[in-house]
Antibody, heavy 118, light 106 residues
Framework: QLHLQESGSGLVKPSQTLSLTCAVS??????????WSWIRRPPGKGLEWVGF???????FYNPSLKRRLTISVDRSQNQFSLKLTSVTAADTAVYFC??????????WGQGALVTVSS | SYVLTQPPSVSVAPGQTASITCRGP??????VHWYQQKPGQAPVLIIY???DRPSGTPERFSGSKSGNTATLTISRVEAGDEADFFC?????????FGTGTKVTVL
């Protein structure tokens, strides 16, 4: 069964880079049957799609974040990553990683709170 | 930007039926998916492709669509159903979530 687990820095200073990793159980990354996505939820707000990477390595990003965002896969480590540069307080959120088969997100990781503050 | 509009809140008594709408300009031609998120937890997929239930989703949860409105219906509401609910679609190389609905069980 597919399980996902986020890890990374919980506190990032403004203008610096937010980095998160999502560990994927089993052989699901190497099997190339899923796309891998990031979604976030800022405090007091709703869900916001961040972006995803397809089995072929193509990336699709939220246009509002595209200029600052990189999503990549490391098949040797069974994980995928998010890097968001030049962060501001508006990037403070719980970040979720998720698997994508079809057009929907399932399953989700438990989430990682990232706070942007000096 | 593509906007999916949901009512901010819905209140329902235990045992009654709750309906949550999701309105968008192109929903009639898109597949709609629904998620339930309880406080402090990750969202969980409860309906995909307008009305299909993953294994594990109780039959009390159902999805439908008419015109440009998708609806999530929760029958025989229980206290444990209290959560935030979000619809989601894929449109033109991007994913979009609805504005979210907080369901309160009275």
């Amino acid at each position: 069964q597919l399980h996902l687990q986020e890890s990374g820095s919980g506190l990032v200073k403004p203008s610096q880079t937010l980095s998160l990793t999502c560990a994927v159980s089993g052989d699901f990354i190497r099997s190339r049957t899923y796309s891998w996505s990031w979604i976030r939820r800022p405090p007091g707000k709703g869900l916001e799609w961040v972006g995803f990477i397809s089995p072929s390595g193509s990336t699709f990003y939220n246009p509002s974040l595209k200029r600052r965002l990189t999503i990549s896969v490391d098949r040797s480590q069974n994980q995928f990553s998010l890097k968001l540069t030049s962060v501001t307080a508006a990037d403070t959120a719980v970040y979720f990683c998720a698997g994508v088969s079809g057009d929907w997100f399932d399953p989700w990781g438990q989430g990682a709170l990232v706070t942007v503050s000096s | 930007s593509y906007v999916l509009t949901q009512p901010p809140s819905v209140s329902v008594a235990p045992g009654q039926t709750a309906s949550i709408t999701c309105r968008g300009p192109n929903i009639g031609s898109q597949s709609v998916h629904w998620y339930q998120q309880k406080p402090g937890q990750a969202p969980v997929l409860i309906i995909y492709d307008d009305g299909d239930r993953p294994s594990g989703t109780p039959e009390r949860f159902s999805g439908s669509k008419s015109g440009n409105t998708a609806t999530l219906t929760i029958s025989r509401v229980e206290a444990g159903d209290e959560a935030d609910f979000f619809c989601q679609v894929w449109d033109t190389n991007a994913d979009f979530f609805g504005t979210g609905t907080k369901v309160t069980v009275l």
